[in-house]
């Protein structure tokens, strides 16, 4: 059973910076891993992903900001956020999947954390 863990949310003015963790167990280094937020009153949206190569996706919103990065041996995924706006507030969520034989990491994840709190005052 994967399960994720995430830490090192908070509260920071605009402008700060913050890191986000996700400890892992019982999945594969092979999993598509990404983070994930939800504002109060919004769905929720993909920020960024990683998959099991190392290659990278952000939404548009944060390229540049954050950078997304992973430690196969701590079985740890991170989430460097830089140039926090007030727009970044939310509930953020580590996520994996397996990746898919053909699409890859283009597919619904199905495992999550229980997601840490992200607040950027202006």
């Known amino acids: 059973q994967v399960q994720l863990v995430e830490s090192g949310g908070g509260s920071v003015q605009a402008g700060g910076s913050l890191r986000l963790s996700c400890a892992a167990s019982?999945?594969?280094?092979?999993?598509?891993m990404g983070w994930f937020r939800q504002a109060p009153g919004k769905e929720r949206e993909g920020v960024a992903s990683i998959d099991r190569d190392g290659s990278t996706t952000y939404a548009d919103s944060v390229k540049g900001r954050f950078t997304i990065s992973k430690d196969n041996a701590k079985k740890n995924l991170y989430l460097q956020m830089n140039s926090l706006k007030p727009e970044d507030t939310g509930m953020y969520y580590c996520?994996?999947?397996?990746?898919?034989?053909?699409?890859?990491?283009?597919?619904?994840?199905?495992?999550w954390g229980q997601g840490t709190q992200v607040t950027v005052s202006s």
């Open positions: 996520a994996a999947v397996p990746p898919h034989w053909y699409y890859g990491c283009a597919r619904e994840y199905n495992y």
């Open positions: 019982g999945y594969d280094s092979q999993y598509c």
